[in-house]
């Protein structure tokens, strides 16, 4: 089984930051890409921001200049640095990762349960 566990969610004003970090665990051949993604209330999951096991990222247009997406040399645990958050960022974030679990086997995505980002003064 695979587990993807997220942390450093809370209540933060605007303007301020926080660092948000997901951990991947079980039976993990390779990690393609990881990422994460929000939902607010009433709105579709998007992603805010990823990175590839090469080190490539990718950002929503909202957050890039404010967000920075880092992983370990493994890609075993992602961090999301968030700086100069804005109410509009409150929402649901979920750690997403697309892996394989075997040498054959086919790539898979998983996903965490999620950690709750709430901006506001």
């Known amino acids: 089984q695979v587990q993807l566990v997220e942390s450093g969610g809370g209540l933060v004003q605007p303007g301020g930051s926080l660092r948000l970090s997901c951990a991947a665990s079980g039976r993990i051949f390779s990690i393609n890409v990881m990422g994460w993604y929000r939902q607010a209330p009433g709105k579709e999951r998007e992603l805010v921001a990823s990175i590839t096991s090469s080190s490539r990222t990718n950002y929503a247009d909202s957050v890039k200049g404010r967000f920075t997406i880092s992983g370990d040399n493994a890609m075993r645990t992602v961090y999301l640095e968030m700086n100069s958050l804005k109410p509009e960022d409150t929402a649901v974030y979920y750690c997403?990762?697309?892996?394989?679990?075997?040498?054959?086997?086919?790539?898979?995505?998983?996903w965490g349960k999620g950690t709750l980002v709430t901006v506001s003064s």
């Open positions: 997403n990762a697309n892996l394989r679990r075997s040498y054959f086997g086919n790539s898979m995505d998983y």
